[in-house]
């Protein structure tokens, strides 16, 4: 049924997100829109969904398109009721009775346990919470579906379940996403939107592919514009030769040649070929050296929950110089209680011996955690990096500029920003100590996919030595060169993501 349609669409606050956007959204379509944070994305979704107006241009709906927007807070009025009531909430009532099964398969491949369905909304974790929403719509039968971040607070397994009932249950639905998963981009859409500046970019492909052109489109156009400079200046030079001709032989004719060539040349100038402008690297790691071959060994080692309860144990596990272990394990398993064992280990080293951990005396650890509660969140953004890391006044106010943080927001709280700008914090922090070993959970949680390249390139550049929990498949696979699953109380080395992909599926 939709046909959506833009005409010339422009829309801004202080600034214009995106202008004269012209594009289609027919019925088989499946969207990705891909940007920079703070790009428009969110606005351009509401502007499609009808929920908020352009400044300029038309939108075009076929009347009674019923928008599945999934909710992003959960609505009080549902608080208090289990996942089955969550889902049949939004079910019509007419249709109440004959929905019901599809509430229950749904359910089931969700891989639902029942120690939860009986549970209210509010006591689940934000990934239950967060299929129980988008089951929700769904199941509401829209027209069309409209997702933001769909893989927000989704462990990599309840993503495949996700996109694998996306493809096979809601196959006929034509959705829109935005989304900062390569994979999920690649794997659930066929079409991309790409926000730059004020420009929208349009491929009918997946992500992997819209990327690859857009960066063909980007390289043409920059040759195209220097091409056209070099021909801007010819003209110039053989303007400006004729004026003196002609000034020097009274010619009239030659001064009226170079006239019109300097024209000829205002005319190309008016009508350059537009270029991307590269947005200074926000993400830039440091690496001091280590000459140790082996960094971290653990022996015969429990990882307990506080309570004291054992997660699993790691019978012998040596790190090395260069080694990049990326750590997999369904929620609850012990993935992040690993990583923190580690940090206090490398913070006590002798205490660490006595438990059978070795740590060479020269590692300098730099630490992410996944939602940056390892930042001073009741310092101001100036006082820590002038303070916690000494580094003196005048570099400190530099440094923020440079990274994006303008004098009038350096007195702020930490606590305050929002979660991409603390990201960047923790991100510029390391940067500045220069570490030779890093534990990182979640890394890419708050950062845009540029952001995810750039972290990507950073740690391969620098060799690092790293263990690292995460969510993000084309990341892990990029940047491991061991692999481990928690499974059965024990941490296991695997040969590969794929091994614990198709595990999750099965």
């Not at 509401?140 to 893989?151: A, G, N, R, V």
């Not at 079409?191 to 819209?210: H, M, P, V």
């Not at 001091?288 to 990882?303: E, H, R, T, V, W």
Request: charged share 25%.
């Amino acid at each position: 049924m939709p046909h959506i349609r833009f005409e010339k669409v422009a829309f801004g606050y202080t600034d214009i997100l995106f202008n004269n956007v012209t594009l289609s959204i027919g019925d088989q379509d499946r969207i990705g829109i891909v940007g920079n944070n703070g790009s428009g994305k969110s606005t351009l979704l509401k502007c499609i969904a009808g929920l908020i107006e352009p400044q300029d241009g038309r939108i075009f709906c076929p009347k009674g398109v019923k928008f599945g927007f999934i909710e992003q807070d959960i609505p009080k009025k549902i608080y208090d009721m289990n996942l089955y009531e969550v889902i049949s909430d939004a079910i019509p009532t007419y249709d109440k009775n004959q929905m019901a099964w599809k509430i229950d398969l749904t359910l089931d491949i969700f891989k639902t346990p029942q120690t939860i369905r009986q549970k209210s909304i509010k006591e689940l974790s934000g990934g239950w919470q967060r299929l129980a929403l988008i089951a929700r719509t769904v199941l509401s039968q829209p027209d069309i579906l409209l997702l933001d971040e769909p893989t927000n607070h989704l462990d990599v397994a309840k993503i495949l379940v996700l996109e694998q009932w996306l493809n096979e249950q809601v196959y006929d639905i034509p959705l829109i996403s935005i989304s900062h998963d390569r994979s999920f981009l690649a794997n659930c859409t066929n079409k991309t939107l790409f926000l730059r500046g004020a420009e929208i970019r349009e491929y009918n492909y997946s992500y992997e592919q819209a990327v690859h052109l857009l960066n063909e489109d980007d390289s043409a156009a920059i040759a195209r514009r220097s091409k056209e400079l070099k021909e801007i200046n010819r003209l110039k030079r053989s303007a400006h030769e004729l004026r003196q001709i002609g000034v020097n032989n009274y010619s009239s004719a030659a001064l009226k040649k170079s006239v019109q060539i300097a024209k000829r040349a205002e005319g190309i100038e008016t009508q350059l070929s537009s270029v991307p402008v590269e947005e200074k690297r926000s993400i830039k790691l440091s690496h001091s050296n280590i000459y140790a071959k082996k960094l971290i060994g653990l022996n015969n080692l429990d990882i307990n929950a506080p309570d004291g309860t054992l997660l699993f144990n790691i019978p012998q596990l040596d790190i090395m110089h260069g080694d990049r272990l990326i750590i997999f394990g369904a929620n609850g398993s012990g993935k992040s209680q690993f990583l923190k064992y580690l940090y206090n280990a490398c913070n006590h080293m002798e205490e660490a011996r006595l438990k059978g951990t070795t740590i060479t005396p020269t590692l300098k650890l730099g630490y992410i955690d996944q939602h940056m509660s390892h930042l001073p969140l009741e310092k101001n953004l100036h006082d820590y990096f002038n303070h916690e890391l000494s580094v003196d006044n005048q570099r400190t106010t530099s440094i923020l500029v440079s990274a994006g943080f303008p004098i009038a927001i350096q007195r702020t709280k930490l606590a305050l920003l929002s979660h991409g700008q603390r990201a960047r914090v923790a991100f510029l922090a390391l940067h500045l100590m220069q570490p030779n070993f890093y534990i990182m959970d979640e890394p890419t949680n708050h950062l845009d996919i540029a952001g995810q390249e750039e972290l990507e390139s950073e740690i391969l550049e620098h060799e690092a030595a790293s263990v690292i929990v995460s969510h993000d498949r084309i990341f892990t696979q990029n940047i491991g060169t061991r692999f481990f699953v928690i499974k059965n109380k024990r941490l296991i080395q695997i040969d590969s993501p794929d091994i614990y992909y198709q595990d999750m599926l099965s």
